[in-house]
């Protein structure tokens, strides 16, 4: 409506792209199991591909080319492999499970994946509080959690009642803020496969507490909250060694809340392992370590009643049972198998080719 006749003039470069990114599982589908890791070969081709990887329910666990974990593959830019994770409750029919695919231009391809669900049942376990434990843990953990929370009002500890109560603030919320924090630090990894071949087992030991035990806490008739056990509880003797069960680099190191004296290790692809209630720590965030190096001594600091090692694995910041990676069967038959029959398939293809 100026009578200057007035003008504007904006010149914004578009992205046209009509074009879905094409999506081939290539590596086999066969029973997986709740509570543990599996892993998926495919083909991502797009011109403007951006993102790929595998939809677990909610949960998203970005794909990687294959020359991460092989360079061979290098020259096979399309070929992509995906670690992920299938937690407890875990149902394919009324949840997602595919491999996905985006490009720049906001396209997208999703194929489902056809695994076999095995479920696994978690262990229920009633766990006693002492007014031991209650005394000697938890107002160090009340402070801690306060501090790491923004929380400035008094949380009492005056009577049972009420250390019960904070024991169920620590178990719980503590708990979740924790969680939240080795979500984000996975979620930011980007490294390529640093393990090499099976895990160790961190210290020769026993095992006094199995993963994805659901476990309720009380003191008489005092609900204590509750919690799932994300990893094993393994125990020899007070002051064990403690060495990293694979070639990995370390993200964190030191007071971890709960979790007491910790160390977390990024061995790649998104796979985690965590070490806890360690009465030393000998590694600092940023190291790089060698399979079977010491990287502390087992303790009872954080939330721990006695001396052991808390040992979990995480994809992407979700629990999967250890044992697998200490299975050279399990790692043949469900990651590198897979991956050895993919670059068969593509030397036969280029065979046949050339022919």
């Keep these: 409506a100026s009578l200057s006749e007035n003008a504007g003039r904006v010149q914004q470069d578009l992205l046209i792209d009509f074009q879905k990114p094409k999506v081939e599982v290539l590596s086999l589908q066969h029973v997986a199991s709740q509570g543990g890791a599996e892993f998926v070969v495919y083909r991502a081709q797009d011109s403007n591909l951006s993102e790929s990887g595998v939809r677990v329910g909610e949960a998203f666990f970005r794909g990687y080319k294959a020359e991460s974990m092989d360079p061979s593959f290098a020259q096979h830019p399309e070929i992509h492999v995906a670690l992920f994770a299938l937690p407890f409750g875990f149902d394919a029919v009324k949840q997602k499970l595919a491999v996905e695919a985006s490009d720049s231009a906001g396209n997208s391809t999703s194929v489902p994946l056809h695994f076999r669900i095995a479920t696994t049942v978690q262990p229920n376990v009633a766990s006693k509080l002492t007014e031991k434990l209650l005394t000697n843990k938890v107002p160090a953990l009340v402070e801690s959690y306060q501090h790491m929370a923004g929380r400035t009002d008094r949380i009492p500890l005056d009577t049972i009642e009420q250390q019960v109560a904070a024991f169920k603030i620590v178990n719980e919320d503590f708990r979740a803020l924790l969680e939240k924090k080795l979500q984000d630090l996975a979620q930011s990894s980007d490294r390529p496969q640093l393990w090499k071949g099976v895990f160790l087992k961190p210290m020769p030991s026993a095992t006094s507490s199995t993963f994805g035990e659901s476990r309720n806490y009380t003191l008489k008739d005092l609900n204590g909250g509750h919690s799932m056990h994300n990893g094993l509880d393994l125990a020899s003797v007070a002051n064990d060694k403690v060495v990293a069960a694979n070639d990995g680099v370390v993200v964190l190191a030191g007071d971890f809340g709960i979790y007491g004296n910790a160390i977390v290790i990024d061995h790649g692809l998104g796979l985690f ?43 992407r910041g979700t629990p ?34 050339s022919k």
């Design 320 to 353: 999967v049972t250890p044992i697998e990676w200490w299975d050279a069967k399990w790692l043949q038959d469900n990651i590198d198998g897979k991956l050895a029959e993919t670059q068969t398939q593509l030397g036969s293809g280029a065979s046949a080719a």
């Design 273 to 315: 392992s965590l070490y806890g209630h360690l009465s030393s720590v000998s590694k600092n965030v940023g190291d790089s370590v060698e399979k079977g190096a010491e990287i502390g001594r087992t303790g009872q600091t954080g939330l721990a009643g006695g001396d052991h090692l808390h040992f979990e694995f995480r994809i």
